[in-house]
């Protein structure tokens, strides 16, 4: 049988994808394979999602039109060694993983095959949705083949095309702040405590507020610094807390945490 698309790993993103893709109707559930190692993993995703599985590499690259590699960084050279004779010559595959370019992919596949290949960067909130999710091409990709997986990636979010020199940057924007948002609203969580709200419903609040403030800025388009102009009135008590967030150097903050995560994305690569 011939698959439409197959997975290498079948971890938490890679779950968040196929999800996607079964919702979106890009293909049946009966059209996906994926391969983990271990039988309860495999049992997993066959649960989760109705798919087929299977503990073979080779057997999902030979029999899938379309290949995920969805595996850890440490263990992604030995997965593409094991693969590398099932790789048929312009083989659409797909990477989402972290800081590998396109080019060691294609070097550790060998000069003798011409696999098409495509990088994406998506991040956590695609578990339930809401990605970012940036995507990358190869020389040998087609206009049509780049379209196919823009759908796709857009099924569990927001998707597009960035330059692969780019990625590090990324990685700090999208890939990894999450984390940053969640700290933000930790922390407005915890001030609405110390204030007397129960926590529960302190995190509801910090969270409504993070997600309508994200969607007002995407929904209007407009610059968030107008935005923000908005909530603060003359004498407020927004001003008032602006100011000090600006006195804690909140924005030099964070633009420094970015640069880290950028630098660091660029060190992990080399």
């Known amino acids: 049988m011939t698959y439409k698309v197959g997975f290498i790993g079948c971890g938490n993103m890679a ?44 057997y999902v690259v030979a029999e899938a039109q ?3 590699l969805c595996v850890k960084p440490q263990v992604l ?4 060694a094991e693969i590398r ?10 990477s989402i993983v972290a800081g590998t370019p396109l080019s060691h992919i294609a070097a550790q596949l060998g000069a003798e095959t011409h696999p098409k290949l495509v990088r994406l960067m998506p991040n956590t909130p695609a578990l339930v949705g809401q990605g970012m999710t940036a995507v990358c091409a190869g020389a040998n990709v087609t206009e049509g083949d780049l379209q ?6 857009q099924s569990f979010g ?20 999450p984390a940053y948002v969640f700290l933000l609203m930790e922390a407005m969580a915890d001030a609405a405590v110390k204030g ?65 995560c950028r630098i660091r994305s660029g060190v992990l690569k080399s």
Do not use: W
């Not at 927001?158 to 702040?177: R, W």
């Open 15 to 58: 779950s968040a994808i196929i999800s996607g893709i079964i919702r979106a109707g890009y293909c049946s559930a009966d059209e996906i394979i994926a391969a983990e190692p271990t039988p309860e993993a495999r049992e997993h995703a066959k649960q989760a999602f109705d798919i087929h599985v299977t503990d073979s590499n080779p």
């Open 66 to 68: 379309m290949i995920f």
């Open 77 to 80: 050279d030995t997965v593409l």
């Open 85 to 94: 004779d099932s790789v048929e010559d312009y083989r659409l595959i797909i």
């Open 148 to 153: 196919e997986v823009l759908k796709i990636a």
């Open 158 to 177: 927001a998707a597009e095309l960035v330059p692969e020199h780019l990625f590090d940057t990324v990685t700090a924007v999208s890939g990894s702040s």
């Open 196 to 260: 007397g709200m129960p926590r529960a419903q302190a995190l509801r609040f910090a969270g409504q507020a993070v997600a309508g403030s994200a969607h007002l800025m995407l929904g209007t388009g407009r610059h968030p610094g107008e935005l923000k102009d908005m909530v603060c009135s003359p004498a407020g008590t927004t001003i008032d807390a602006v100011a000090v967030l600006e006195q804690e150097g909140f924005r030099g903050a964070v633009i420094k945490a970015m640069d880290a």
